[in-house]
């Protein structure tokens, strides 16, 4: 079961690689929680939203497999995004032409062959540092 819960997380960045939002609805349930560092979100919508934003100020993001551990109904991925910021967004305003590098840290839980909950642990200030969006201190 660790082998199959483990190749389901790691299709879940496939949502970026592969540039579908419409992943979300095949990886996870209605009633999904994805706790992330500044919100929850809750819905299909609000997922793809965030998704569709993220990919429209970076189209060129992708997403790389650092460590993945799978134990029960638990899997931790540890993953480095990189993209140039190409286009403009609420969140991060016009585009800057600058390269992201980001590490973070999401552990998964799997029930019932979906991503039932996750937590997303990622670095926003040293992205928007790398923006030029917040001051380096």
Do not use: C
Request: without cysteine.
């Amino acid at each position: 079961m660790s082998e199959e819960n483990r190749a389901l997380a790691l299709r879940a960045a496939e949502i970026v690689n592969q540039r579908n939002p419409e992943l979300i609805e095949e990886l996870y349930p209605p009633d999904f929680v994805w706790h992330g560092p500044d919100r929850d979100i809750r819905s299909y919508e609000l997922a793809e939203q965030s998704a569709y934003m993220f990919l429209a100020a970076f189209p060129d993001a992708h997403i790389t497999g650092e460590d993945v551990i799978a134990e029960g109904d638990k899997v931790v991925r540890r993953y480095t995004t990189r993209g140039t910021h190409q286009g403009e967004t609420e969140m991060f305003g016009p585009p800057t032409g600058r390269q992201i590098e980001q590490k973070g840290i999401t552990i998964h839980r799997i029930e019932d062959g979906k991503i039932a909950e996750e937590w997303e642990s990622y670095d926003t200030l040293s992205m928007l540092q790398q923006l030029g969006l917040a001051s380096e201190q």
